[in-house]
C-alpha cells in the first residue's frame, strides 16, 4: 500500500486518472441512494425543470429527472465500453500473438486486414452495421456492434509490441532452454506485456465508449436506455443549446468529458508505467 | 615539442537518484601537435564521455564538474556558448564511435559537407562547394559521386570515410576518432585507418584514437594512454608500454593479448568491470588487482612521473 | 520507389474500394431480411405525388436485387451499379438521386477536414518538436496540461461547449449551419466570410482538440532523435542549434508522424460528422444524420462508400508522397 502510494506521487497521470474515475464510480453509487432511478424514464416528472433543490440537474422535456438519467446512464455507457473494449483487445491480443509467433502468411494477412481495417472510418461501418439490425438495439447488443471493430487498434499495438519484446530476445532464450510454442508467448512475454496491455484496454475501452457515443448521437442507440449517448441525442434532437436549456446537455458532457479525461490519463499513466525511459522525458 | 592540447584534472558526473556517477574522475594529459594518442581501456570506463566533455557536449543528466581543457593557449571553459559551438570541427573535430548511424539519413552527403561550411562562415559558390567536396571525398578514398548519395546507399566503410571527410572538411588541430572502425571488419579496418593515418600526416594535425584494439592500437599511435573507472592510470609511448608497463592492469591487459601480431582485440581480464556508481574504496582497481595490498584499499594512488614520458597510478608501480 | 510498391499500394486501394462496396451489400443482410426493400415498400404504400417514381424504384429494385435471385447474381449487380458510381435515386427525397445529394455536401466536408486537419497538424507538430527542444522558452511547458485535456474530449463535445460560449452566451458567431438563411450561394467576398464565420465554430473544435495529440506524439519522437548518433555527431560538427533542430531532429522526426497521420484520418473523419451533426453544418456528416433519421438506405449507402473511398485515396495519396520524404523507402538497393 505504501509503494502504491509512492508510485502514485511519481506518477502523477495514474494519479489523476484514477482518481476521476473513482469520482465517477463514487457519483454513481451514491446517486442510487439520494435518487430514485425510475425517473430516469420519460415522463417521471414535471418536464423541462431547471436545476433546483429537488431536480439538481434539472429535467428534461419528456419528463425525465437528469440527476436519475446520470446516475443510471453512466454505468451503462461505461458498460458498452468496457464489454467491448475487453472484447476487443482479448481478439487483438490473440491475433497479435497468431501473427507475431507464426509469421509468414498469417502475420500478412492479420496485419494487411488490421491496416485496411483502420483506414477505414470506424464509425460508418458501425453506422451500416446499426442501420442493419436496426429497431431496438439492447445497451449489451450495442457493446457487440462497437465491439465488431474494436479489435483493430488493439491488434496492430500488441502486434508491435510482441514483435519488439522478440527482437530482444526474450524469445530466444526461452526456446534455447527448450520450451514449446505456446509456453514460450505465456510464461515468457506475458509478464513482460501485461502493462502493455492494460493501456491497450483502456485505450479501447475509451474508444468503444466515444464509438457508441457517436452511434447514439446519430440515433442509432438504444432508444429508450438512458445512456450518456442517447442523452445527447435528444438534446439535439430537441435543440435544446438553441432553447436556452442549458442544464440538460450540461450533465451529460461534465460527465462525458470526466470519463474521457480519466481513460486518458490512466493510459498515459499505465504509458510511462509500461515504458519508464519515457519518464525521463516528461 | 608544444602541447596543442592539454586536459587537466577534467571531471565528468552524471547525477542519478541512486548516486551520482564519476565516469571521468581527473583526467590530465597532453597531446603534441602531430601526436597521435591511443586511449584504451574496457567498455564504460569513460572513453567516449571524456571524448565529449572536451568538446563540452556533456548532456544531462551528465556535467562537467571540473578541469581545463586548453587548445593553442585558448581555454575551451572560458568561451561563451557560440565561440565553443564555432570551436567544433575548425578546432577540433570528432568521428563519432560506430559511425553506422552518425550520418542524417535523410540527407545527401554533400548536404551533410555544405551545412558544415555554412554553419561555420565558410561561403562557397554551388561550383566551389561542388569541387572542396569532391577534393574531401577523393582524401578519405570516395569516389566524388558519393556525395550525392544518403547514408543509406553507402557500405559501413564508406560511411565511416564520410564521417571523416566531414571530420577534416575545416582542417582541425585535433581529431578525435572514438573507435572509428569497431563496426567493420578487418580489411576495411585497416583501410580505414590507413586513410586516417594519411589525412592526419597530410593535415598535420593531432589525433586521439579511442579503442578497444590493442593492435591496431600498436600499429597506429604514437603514445597510449589506459583508463580504468573513470581514471587515466597510466600513459607511456607505445612501445614503451607495450614492452614494460608499469601499471597492474595495463599489465594484465598486454599479457592478455595473445600476441600483437595476431591482433587480439581485448579479451578482459579476471574479475568483472567495477560499477562506477559504487566504485571500490582507494584504488578502483584493488579487487582484481594481483598485487594489491592493504593500502591499495585505503589510499586512492596519484598519478605519478615514473620515466620522463611514462606515468601511472599505482601505489607500486 | 519501385513501380512494384506503387503497384502494391494501389492494390491496397482496390481492397478498400471493393471493401466499401461489399460491406454495404452484406451487412444490412445480416440481419435476415433486406431492410432496403422493407423501407420502400413502406415509402410506395404511403402514395403522394411521386409515388410513380417510386413504384418504379421498387420493380426495378425486385427485377435486381429479388429473392428469387441468386445472391451472387445481386452482388454482382450491386457492383456494377457502384462501378458506374449509381447509388439509386434517393428513397425519402424521390426525384434527387444520391450521387447529386453527396456531390452537393461533399464540398463542405473536404473543405472543412482539409482544413482543420492540416492547421492542426501543423501547429500541433511544431508545438511538440519545440516541447522537447531544451532551448524552448519555458512558459511553453504550460501549454501541455490544457492541450492534452482537451487531447481527451471528443471532437463534437467541444463544439457544444464552444457553440454555448461563443455562439449562445456571447453571440460571436453562428449557431448554425453553412452560410446564413436566406444568403444565396454565390462566388463573392461577402458570401465566402459569411460562410468562413460559419465554418469556424466547427473548425476550432476539431483544431483544439487534434493539437494536443499532434504535439504528444511528436514530442516523444523528438525525444527519441534527439539520443540519435547523428544528432549527436551533427553537434560535434558545431552546427547552429537551428540547423540541428530544424535539419537534423525535426525533418526526422516528422516521417513518423505521416505515418500517424495517414493512419489518423478515419478517426478524425468520424469525429468531424458528428460536430457536422451538432453544428447543422451542410457536409456529408449532416447529410448521413438525415439518411438515418429518414431511414433513407441508398443514401446512406451512397455516402458510406464515398467517405472510405475518399479516405482510401487520401490515404493512399499520403503513402505514395511519403517516400518523397524518407529516401531509404524511395531508393530500393538492386
Ligand atoms: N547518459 C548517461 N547517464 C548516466 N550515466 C552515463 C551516461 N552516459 C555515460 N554514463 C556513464 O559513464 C560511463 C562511461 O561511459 P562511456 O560511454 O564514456 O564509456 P566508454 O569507455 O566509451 O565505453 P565503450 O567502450 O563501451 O564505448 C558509463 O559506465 C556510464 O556509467
Ligand atoms: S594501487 Fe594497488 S590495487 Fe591499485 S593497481 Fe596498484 S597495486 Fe593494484
Ligand atoms: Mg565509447
Redesign the pocket.
Known sequence: MRGLIRYFRRNLSLLVGSSLLLLLVVFVVTGHFVVDVEDARALSVRPLQPPSWRYPFGTDRQGRDLLAVMVAGTPLTLRIGFIAGILGVAIGTVLAFAAAYYRGWADTIIRGIADIGLTVPGLLVLIIIAVGIRGGLSVNQMALVVASLAWLNPTRTIRAQVLSLRERGYVEIARMSGMSGPAIIFFELMPNLLPYLAATLVNAVSSAILASIGLEVLGLGPIDAPTLGMTLYWVNFNAAMINGWWWWWLAPTVIIVLVFLGLFFVTVGLDEYANPRLRKSA | MSAVLSVEGLR?Q?D?PLGA?H??DDVSFTLDANERLGLA????????????AILRMI?P??RITGGRVTLDGTELSALDHEAMRRLRLAGIAMVP?GSMNSLNPVMRIRDQLADAFRDHGVALSAPELHARVAELLRTVGLRPDVADLYPHELSGGMKQRACIAIAICLRPKVIIA??PTSALDVVVQRQVMETLARVQRDLGCAIIL?G?DMGLMAQFVDRLGV?YA?RLVEVAPIAEIITTPRHPYTQALISSLPSLAARGTMQGIPGLAPL??DLPSGCAFHPRCPRAEDRCRSEKPAVRTLAPSHQAACHFA | MRMIDIVRRCGVFAVIVLLAASLNFFLPKLSGQDPVRTKLLQQAALGGYVHQGIDDMVKLYEKRFGLDRPLWEQYFNYLGDVARLDFNYSIANYPRTVAEMITEAIPWTIGLLSMTTLLSFVIGTLLGALLAWPRAPRWMAWLMPPLWALHAIPFFLLGLILMYLLAFQVPLLPIFGGYSVGVQPALSLAFVLDVVRHATLPALSIILVSIGGWALGMRGMMVTTMGEDYVVFAEGKGLRSLTIFLRYCLRNAILPQITALALALGQILSGAVLVEVIFGYPGIGTLLFQAIRENDHFLIQGIVFTVIVALGLATLILDLVYPLLDPRITYQRS
Do not use: I, N, W, Y
Open positions: 565528468v552524471f542519478h556517477v565516469a571521468v581501456g574496457e567498455s564504460g570506463s569513460g572513453k567516449s564521455t571524456m571524448a565529449l548532456r543528466p551528465g564511435q572514438d573507435e579511442v578497444h583508463m573513470g562506477l556508481r
